[in-house]
C-alpha cells in the first residue's frame, strides 16, 4: 500500500451531499485548519475540505503543537451551521462520535473517547480534534473541524518519545497499514451523517452515544484546568458539553476548558 495519498482517490464514489465536494490537498501545509479557515475567510462555503501529507505547524488546543508526520490523515472541514456559539461549541462531540463509529465499524477498534476531543485505543491517543469557530457577536460566521489520525506510521519511528507512553497509531494497534482515501472518505460520509443529526435533533443523541465510548465516566479523575489540578469523580458530560466533577468536599463542579487524566491512586 503507498504510503503517499492519491488525490484522485478522495472522492471517488464519496457519498456525501455537502462535506467534501470541494477538497484542497497539499503535499505540505503549516496547518490544515489554518489552510481552511483563510478559505473560510475568503468566502469558501459549508463542506470544503483541506487535506495535506504532513504539517509543518499543525496545531492542538491552547496552540499546542500537533506532530503530524506522513503517513497521517490530516484534515480540515469547514461548517456553516445556523447555531449559537455556545451550540455550536459542541460540535467537537459530533466529530468524535463520527471518529469513534469508523474506527470501531471499519477496523473493529475498541475505541474510547476522552473528554472533550480525543479518541484512544488501549489508553493512547490515536486521534485529537480541534474545532475553531469563526464569530461576529453571536452569530457563527463558520466552525473549521480539524481531524488529525495517526494512521500508517509507527509511533515509535514517527513521534517524539515524550508521546510514545500516550500516543498510539492504526497501524500500531492494527498491525498493518490502513487505505487513507478510504478511511477519509468514511470519514466524511459520518461526520456529514452525525453531522446531520444534531442539526435536525439537538445534542442530546449525539450525547448519549458519545457518552457509551467515554471510558472516564464514573471514574476518578484529576483535571488540569489553567494550570491548576483537581481531583475528583468524572460524573458526567452535560447539555453545555461540560464535564461534571463531584470534588471531595462532596460539591459538583462543572468543567469548560481542561485535560482529563485518568487517577491511578
Ligand atoms: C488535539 O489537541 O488533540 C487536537 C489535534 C488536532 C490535529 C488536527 S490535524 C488536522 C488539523 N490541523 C491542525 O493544525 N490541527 C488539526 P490537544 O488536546 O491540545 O492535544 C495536543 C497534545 O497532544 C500535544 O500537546 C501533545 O502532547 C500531544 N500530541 C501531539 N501530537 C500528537 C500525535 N500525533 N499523536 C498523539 N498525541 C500528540
Request: net charge positive; with cysteine.
Amino acid at each position: 500500500m503507498s504510503a503517499k495519498i492519491n488525490v484522485d482517490m478522495l472522492q471517488r464514489g464519496l457519498k456525501t451531499r455537502c462535506l467534501g465536494r470541494h477538497v484542497f490537498f497539499s503535499g505540505k501545509v503549516d496547518s490544515t485548519n489554518n489552510w481552511a479557515k483563510e478559505l473560510a475567510s475568503f468566502g469558501a462555503g459549508e463542506g470544503l475540505v483541506t487535506v495535506a501529507e504532513t504539517q509543518s505547524a499543525g496545531r492542538g488546543r491552547l496552540d499546542r503543537e500537533w506532530i503530524s508526520p506522513a503517513g497521517g490523515l490530516w484534515f480540515s472541514a469547514i461548517l456553516k451551521p445556523n447555531l449559537k456559539p455556545h451550540e455550536a461549541v459542541k460540535l467537537v462531540f459530533v466529530a468524535g462520535l463520527a471518529v469513534a463509529e469508523v474506527f470501531s465499524e471499519f477496523y473493529g477498534l475498541r475505541v474510547e473517547t476522552k473528554w472533550p476531543n480525543d479518541i484512544l485505543v488501549n489508553r493512547r491517543k490515536v486521534c485529537g480534534l480541534l474545532a475553531e469557530m469563526n464569530t461576529v457577536g453571536d452569530t457563527v460566521n463558520y466552525v473549521v473541524i480539524g481531524i488529525g489520525v495517526n494512521a500508517n506510521f509507527d509511533v515509535k519511528k514517527a513521534l517524539p518519545e515524550e508521546l510514545w507512553k500516550n500516543a498510539t497509531s492504526l497501524q500500531s494497534e492494527l498491525g498493518r497499514k490502513v487505505q487513507l482515501e478510504t478511511l477519509f472518505r468514511a470519514l466524511l460520509e459520518k461526520l456529514e451523517k452525525v453531522y446531520e443529526l444534531f442539526m435536525k435533533e439537538g445534542f442530546r443523541p449525539v450525547l448519549e452515544e458519545w457518552k457509551k465510548y467515554a471510558f472516564f465516566l464514573g471514574r476518578q479523575v484529576e483535571v488540569t484546568i489553567q494550570r491548576e489540578n483537581v481531583s475528583g469523580l468524572a460524573l458526567d458530560v452535560d447539555q453545555n458539553g461540560a464535564l461534571v466533577l463531584k470534588l471531595e468536599n462532596g460539591r459538583t463542579k462543572q468543567v469548560f476548558v481542561g485535560d482529563i487524566r485518568e487517577r491511578t491512586r
